[in-house]
C-alpha cells in the first residue's frame, strides 16, 4: 500500500491514521483464508505506522471482546540489521505477548530456545512457531483470532546508502548469504492470530521486490 501526502494534515495528528486506507485494508482482510504480508510504504511522516497503530488497531479492538484484546508491537530496522535479526525479534515479540504463551510456564525459555535456533534456521522455527499458534488458535476465526500485531518499521534502514545497496550483479547486498530473506515470515503465514506489516520509504520499493523474489512468497500473500 502506497501512501501519498495528499490529504494529510500535518497540524491533525489524527488525520495520521488514514482511516480509508485503513478501511480498505480491512476489507481485504475479511475476504482471506490466509493473512499476507502488509507491506506500506510512503515518504517519511506520511503515516505509515499510524495506518496499522492508530487506525487497523482500534477497529481490530473494537470488533474483538474478551479478556485477550490485540496487542501492537514495533520493531525498528536499524542499519546493522538482517533478515536472521529480524526473525529473532519477532520471535521474541510473539513468544512475550500472545495469549497462549502466557499461559505456559516455561514460555521464556521457549522464546530463548526458538530465538537462538533462528540464526541457523529461521524457516524451521517459522514452521515450528507456526505450529504452535495454530493450536492456540482453535475454536477462532476471522479477524476474531488477531492477536498479536507486529510492524517491522524501516525495511529502507538496510539499505540505507543507496549507492551500495546494489552489488556487481544488481542483487541487494542484504541477499548475502540469505536464499530465502522472507522464508521466516512466510512460513508464520499460516497462524491465524499474527499480523505483519512492513514499512519503508518509497524509493526503496524496487529492492524490496527484489528481495521479496527470492523467497517463495505467492502474490496472493502479499498486500502492497
Given at each position: ?106 514460555y521464556e525459555a521457549l522464546g ?113
Amino acid at each position: 500500500m502506497i501512501l501519498s501526502e495528499h490529504g494529510v494534515d500535518s497540524l491533525n495528528p489524527v488525520s495520521f491514521g488514514r482511516p480509508e486506507e485503513c478501511g480498505r485494508l480491512l476489507v481485504n482482510l475479511r475476504g482471506r483464508k490466509r493473512w499476507p504480508l502488509i507491506f506500506v510504504s510512503g515518504p517519511s511522516g506520511v503515516g505509515k505506522r499510524g495506518l496499522i497503530r492508530r487506525s487497523l488497531l482500534e477497529k481490530l479492538r473494537r470488533l474483538q471482546s474478551g479478556k485477550h484484546l490485540p496487542v501492537q508491537i514495533s520493531i525498528p530496522v536499524t542499519v546493522r540489521d538482517s533478515p536472521t535479526s529480524i526473525a529473532r525479534q519477532c520471535i521474541r515479540a510473539i513468544v512475550e505477548n500472545h495469549p497462549g504463551f502466557q499461559r505456559r510456564s516455561s514460555y521464556e525459555a521457549l522464546g530463548k530456545q526458538l530465538a537462538n535456533l533462528a540464526e541457523t534456521d529461521p524457516i524451521g522455527v517459522g514452521r515450528r512457531l507456526c505450529s504452535l499458534l495454530q493450536n492456540f488458535e482453535k475454536g477462532t476465526s476471522g479477524i476474531a483470532a488477531i492477536k498479536v500485531v507486529i510492524i517491522i518499521e524501516g525495511l529502507d534502514n538496510m539499505f540505507v546508502d543507496r549507492k551500495r545497496c546494489e552489488d556487481e550483479s544488481g542483487q541487494p547486498r542484504i541477499l548475502s548469504g540469505q536464499r530465502d530473506p522472507f522464508g521466516f515470515l512466510r512460513e508464520l503465514l499460516g497462524a491465524r492470530s499474527v499480523l505483519f506489516s512492513l514499512t519503508y520509504r518509497t524509493w526503496v520499493g524496487d529492492l524490496i521486490r527484489k528481495v521479496i523474489s527470492q523467497s517463495s512468497l505467492d502474490e496472493s500473500e502479499l498486500y502492497f
